[in-house]
């Protein structure tokens, strides 16, 4: 199975939001309620963001938020902060594995 | 508050092993099935191996399945990954995780992590 599909980079203004996207199949992210999102500035190991498509951990900020339509899942970062710039990483349970997209680099100008 | 320690990481040559160790505090490990994921350099994540919460079930990625050995000592919270016959394509930072909703090869998610373990595999 291949990787999900991230844009490779987005970039916002503090205080501004962006999304990420994240694409796959009706094998994977259209089949399943069972998206993450991961977190990993420079250097530092995966933070859990969001999981079960929309479902924020204790401790996550509510300007995170996730969705999804069809086969695309997305993250939404609003209020942007310098603090949230990092990589973020997608990833679907799928029927045989568990995929993670390739993640995109959030640059907060 | 949930730590895992990821050790055993280091320099071996193509064919030669290591064993990556994680311990585990702050939550009852033995109640909770763990995983191994890797991030080659400048790369993106990739699950490689997990194990039940009580041993009796693993599952690998096929890029491993054969050469990688996944193990726990619930009387001492820590978890193991035993690497034979490693290649290039295996260098990696290697994290130990916290799994949910695991079954059939594939887990719901991750929900915390190590700060992970460099392998690199270099002549």
């Known amino acids: 199975q291949s990787a999900l599909t991230q844009p490779p980079s987005v970039s916002g203004s503090p205080g501004q939001s962006v999304t990420i996207s994240c694409t796959g199949t009706s094998s994977d992210v259209g089949s399943y309620n069972r998206v993450s999102w991961y977190q990993q500035p420079p250097g530092t190991a995966p933070k859990l963001m969001i999981y079960d498509v929309s479902n924020r951990p204790s401790g996550v900020p509510d300007r995170f938020s996730g969705s999804k339509s069809g086969n695309t899942a997305s993250l939404t970062i609003s209020g942007l902060q310098a603090e949230d710039e990092a990589d973020y990483y997608c990833s679907s349970y799928t029927s045989s594995s568990t995929l993670f997209g390739g993640g995109t680099k959030l640059t907060v100008l | 508050q949930v730590q895992l320690v990821e050790s055993g990481g280091g320099l071996v040559k193509p064919g030669g092993s290591l064993r990556l160790s994680c311990v585990a505090s702050?939550?009852?490990?033995?109640?909770?099935?763990m995983s191994w994921i890797r991030q080659a350099p400048g790369k993106g994540l990739e699950w490689v191996s997990y194990?039940?919460?009580?041993?009796?079930?693993?599952y690998y990625a096929d890029s491993v399945k054969g050469r990688f050995t996944i193990s726990r000592d619930n009387a001492k919270n820590s978890l193991y990954l035993q690497m034979n016959s490693l290649r290039a394509e295996d260098t990696a930072v290697y994290y130990c995780a916290r799994s949910r909703g695991c079954s059939g090869g594939r887990c719901y998610y991750f929900d915390y992590w190590g700060q992970g373990t460099l392998v690199t595999v270099s002549s």
């Open positions: 194990i039940s919460s009580s041993g009796s079930t693993i």
């Open positions: 702050g939550f009852t490990f033995s109640d909770y099935y």
